[in-house]
């Protein structure tokens, strides 16, 4: 037999082979005792082909699994000064979020910056102070409305000192909500979130243009920074192999203007050039306008969410986003024992962005709304959009 033959008929068994092995190892209930192979008969007729359709987890018509994950992106949270003086005047510390709540509960998660530390031992309640402090009894209202994501790095992260950092953190520790952008040193601080939804990893890792509230002068251990681009690769490199998708966000640019400064474009589009799949923004507390850059869409601020900056029809006005994505490959609930391809082959399958539905806002004594046909059309000409849903 001629060697070009040889190896053409003994790699493919090779390769074979190797499935069944990692099935073994991957699930061994299935094989019970060296003897008991009419356990798993059920699942496979005990044939190459089968084994190999297990591990890559194809349903029994042999059509490849999908899944997909939905999740909201908000811009500014701020449950202090006069958001914490309407809730507590409503005795309802939800009270902020009930006119979005529908839409809030219809996603897998959520994602928001939150631009208010926690201040346990005094509140900032009312009043127009630029030091942000909310109570700890306010963060479980970000759970009841499906927030399990958080940007916290931002120019108000240490208005409360480092108590107030390790205050927050602690309290979204405690209802199980994930942050980024925080940390007891820049290793944590450049740390990303992975949020898990229906077999699709999704990564997120956050930085601010400034660590305290003094437009970026003053530098800490503790807060991620834009201009630290080093960092910013080598966290997005890092996950190539753990996240099915990649979500840069950044606290920055000038506030109460239409388009990004030199800072945020720079920092985006580095974020794109190492490999994110979307870049999301904060800060200026206006809707900013968006980009798409090398095919992946940068949004350079979503305006605010929950806010109190009542005095201007633009700082009343923000846009969220309705994220959906898809994966190939993933446990098929309908194949009993499906393998997921992303475990068997040790590298991930990266997610498809199916859509971005823009829902603009208005926001109202604290609690944002839906904005009416009429209101999004305003809002999205602001920033010269026409469409309501973006696609790849």
């Excluded at 940390?183 to 740390?191: C, E, H, K, R, S």
Aim: aromatic letters at 8%; one cysteine or more.
């Amino acid at each position: 037999m001629k060697s070009s033959t040889f190896l053409k008929i003994f790699i493919p068994l090779l390769c074979m082979v190797a499935v069944v092995i990692t099935i073994y190892h991957k699930f061994p209930s299935l094989f019970g005792s060296r003897t008991s192979v009419s356990k798993f008969s059920d699942i496979t007729d005990g044939s190459l082909q089968n084994y190999y359709n297990l591990a890559q987890g194809l349903n029994p018509r042999g059509s490849t699994a999908t899944t997909s994950a939905v999740f909201l992106a908000v811009g500014d949270i701020m449950l202090s000064r006069n958001v914490a003086a309407a809730a507590n005047k409503a005795g309802d510390v939800d009270y902020p979020f009930y006119k979005m709540s529908d839409i809030l509960k219809s996603t897998d998660f959520n994602f928001a910056n939150l631009e208010s530390p926690v201040s346990p031992a005094k509140p900032v309640v009312g009043g127009s102070s630029l030091i942000f402090g909310a109570a700890t009894s306010s963060m479980p209202a970000l759970l009841d409305f499906n927030f399990k994501i958080l940007n916290l790095a931002n120019n108000h992260s240490f208005d409360q000192g480092l108590n107030g950092i390790d205050a927050t953190r602690a309290a979204l520790d405690s209802l199980n909500i994930l942050h980024e952008g925080t940390g007891d040193n820049l290793d944590q601080a450049w740390t990303p979130a992975v949020v898990a939804s229906n077999g699709i990893k999704i990564c997120f890792i956050g930085a601010s243009f400034s660590s305290v509230n003094d437009g970026g002068k003053t530098t800490n251990n503790y807060v991620a920074r834009i201009e630290d681009v080093g960092r910013l690769k080598s966290a997005i490199l890092n996950l190539k192999s753990v996240c099915n998708f990649i979500v840069v966000t950044m606290h920055a640019g000038t506030e109460y203007t239409r388009t990004p400064n030199a800072a945020q474009t720079a920092f985006a589009h580095a974020a794109i050039d190492d490999g994110a799949d979307m870049v999301i923004g904060a800060h200026p507390h206006w809707v900013q306008t968006v980009e798409k850059y090398q095919g992946k869409y940068i949004f350079y601020s979503l305006g605010n969410f929950i806010f109190d900056q009542a005095w201007s029809q633009d700082t009343k006005e923000g846009l969220t986003l309705k994220i959906t994505l898809s994966k190939l490959g993933s446990k098929n609930p309908q194949t009993p024992g499906a393998a997921n391809l992303d475990d068997l082959q040790g590298s991930r399958i990266p997610a498809k962005l199916e859509s971005i539905e823009l829902l603009p806002v208005i926001i109202e004594n604290s609690q944002p709304r839906p904005a009416t046909a009429d209101e999004a059309k305003k809002i999205l000409n602001k920033i010269n959009q026409v469409d309501t849903i973006l696609y790849p």
